[in-house]
């Protein structure tokens, strides 16, 4: 399996896997390119709330009322 890239077009460019391949035009890949970012720090997010939310699941078992997460635990968040 082989990934090549290369340019067709002042404004395209090409993208191989194997056989199968797609011509994209410089905005479609512009929106491509600011999903994949958006999608890393979303998933760092994730990886650095994961300690976090673990003490809280750990903290709320067994109660039988509801456990407000601590404020400092957002690191994310605008409160």
């Given at each position: 399996m082989s990934l090549r890239m290369q340019t067709v077009a002042e404004n395209s460019a090409r993208i191989a896997l194997d056989w199968t391949f797609v011509i994209l035009r410089l905005p479609k890949l512009e929106y491509l390119l600011?999903?994949?970012?958006?999608?890393?720090?979303?998933?760092a997010?994730?990886?650095?709330?994961?300690?976090?939310?673990?003490?809280?699941?750990?903290?709320?078992?067994?109660?039988t009322a509801f456990v407000p997460p601590k404020v400092s635990a957002c690191h994310f968040c605008a409160i």
């Open positions: 600011l999903n994949l970012t958006a999608l890393t720090i979303q998933l997010r994730y990886q650095l709330a994961g300690s976090d939310v673990s003490e809280y699941v750990q903290s709320a078992t067994g109660c």
